[in-house]
């Protein structure tokens, strides 16, 4: 099956094997020839019981499926009505998934990268962090990049940010944009000064590393 070229999309794609899409742990449903990611989002928390012992076997058993390339999306989200400390709790415990499973993780962050970066340093996690929907400006990538992460671009971006951004680090999504995963990319590389299709390999060879190489 081809390498997805998009890490992160709330849409089923044309082509099932181009895109990692997002699912709760309800809506799962895997379909052959598609890649998914699979975690609890910080806005629907209270929709699981994820401390009791039922729950956690069946989310494991969920992530361990081979067509789940990553867990998320995790993450911190100021601006939902989640109590932040009930949002960290669940995400050291989608941390500590990844870590025991061996995948990336893919995280939503809004206003709560200063909290990001603590959870970081006490967790000192050795599987990939992904922020998706990077939309910050340059010191704040630059902040990130630093400390590991990987960044994803959707439809909306800081065009600035992209232009500083090292290929090495970068993912191309479409969230739930309407637009193709082809036309992302163009845009990206027109904001770059680069062709489509070197972009396109910069980014598979960074998918290759970061999904499949464990």
């Given at each position: ?8 999309t709330h849409h089923v794609p ?136 990987y960044l994803s671009f959707g ?51 960074n998918i290759r590393k970061v999904?499949?190489?464990?």
């Amino acid at each position: 099956m081809p390498y997805p070229i998009d890490i992160h999309t709330h849409h089923v794609p044309i082509l099932a094997e181009q895109a990692i899409v997002n699912c709760l742990p309800d809506t799962f449903h895997p379909q052959p020839q598609c890649w998914y990611s699979v975690g609890l989002h910080p806005w629907y928390l209270n929709n699981y019981a994820w401390t009791d012992k039922d729950f956690h076997l069946s989310f494991e058993k969920v992530l361990r499926h081979p067509q789940v390339l990553a867990i998320g999306e995790a993450g911190l989200d100021k601006l939902t009505q989640i109590p932040l400390k009930y949002q960290q709790e669940a995400f050291r415990y989608q941390t500590l998934l990844a870590e025991t499973i061996g995948k990336p993780l893919i995280i939503h962050v809004v206003k709560a990268v200063d909290e990001l970066l603590a959870l970081q340093k006490e967790l000192k996690p050795s599987v990939p962090w992904i922020i998706h929907g990077f939309r910050g400006k340059v010191t704040q990538a630059t902040t990130l990049l630093n400390h590991g992460f990987y960044l994803s671009f959707g439809e909306k971006f800081n065009e600035e940010t992209l232009r500083q951004m090292p290929v090495s680090r970068l993912f191309i999504e479409t969230d739930e944009s309407q637009k193709s995963i082809g036309r992302l990319y163009e845009h990206a590389a027109d904001v770059l000064g680069i062709p489509t299709d070197s972009l396109k390999e910069s980014v598979q060879r960074n998918i290759r590393k970061v999904f499949f190489s464990r």
